[in-house]
């Protein structure tokens, strides 16, 4: 929240002007509190950054990535929203590191992210990164709430068991290497004695 005198000097006006301009009603989130002070809500006032985010899960599917990134456009187009943006990814939506979502959910700018379906963005954790984004008074717009792709439902859930098989392997992998670490140690130490 910024003061009205702090708007006029930030727009090279006089006081007087600002207080005009706020009683016409052509400041965006300009309020009086209680107090009688005229303040104005900044993130109101900044322009729209709006990027589209798809994602199919393997490059197999990469020409069902252009046909989302198609009906997204589309979508937009008819709310008349300008895009900034079109990110398309191949990955699973149960891998946490991808790159470029995570250089969306990054992006300074960013006020609004478009994508087809909650899934598209994530399989898990949604409303963390929806409530997240809100912080950065960013939205996510979600045009199809409902989701129906069974196929692409299993590829993430064999992603996943395939995923988590491979983190217990590697424990078991490093535990037997830190038997082995330790075993040399203790041999070392008895040759040493």
Not at 7 to 12: F, I, P, Q
Not at 16 to 25: C, D, E, L, P, V
Not at 129 to 140: P, R, T, V
Request: include cysteine; charged fraction near 30%; aromatic fraction near 8%.
């Amino acid at each position: 929240m910024k003061r009205l005198k702090d708007y006029a000097k930030e727009n090279g006006i006089q006081y007087r002007a600002a207080w005009n301009r706020y009683k016409a009603g052509k400041i965006l989130g300009a309020f009086q509190d209680e107090m009688g002070n005229i303040l104005i809500n900044e993130n109101l006032n900044r322009p729209q950054y709006i990027i589209c985010y798809c994602r199919v899960s393997s490059s197999k599917n990469k020409n069902n990535l252009d046909k989302q990134a198609d009906r997204l456009a589309a979508y937009c187009a008819a709310k008349g929203y300008k895009i900034n943006q079109i990110v398309k990814e191949c990955a699973s939506g149960l891998n946490d590191k991808r790159p470029k979502l995570i250089k969306v959910l990054k992006h300074p700018e960013v006020t609004h992210i478009v994508v087809e379906h909650h899934d598209r963005l994530t399989r898990f954790g949604f409303n963390y990164l929806e409530n997240w984004m809100q912080e950065k008074d960013c939205e996510i717009e979600v045009i199809n709430p409902a989701t129906h792709d069974k196929d692409d439902l299993m590829k993430d859930f064999v992603s996943l068991v395939t995923r988590f098989t491979a983190r217990l392997y590697g424990l078991r992998l490093s535990k037997r290497k830190t038997e082995q670490l330790i075993e040399t140690l203790n041999h070392e130490n008895t040759t040493l004695k």
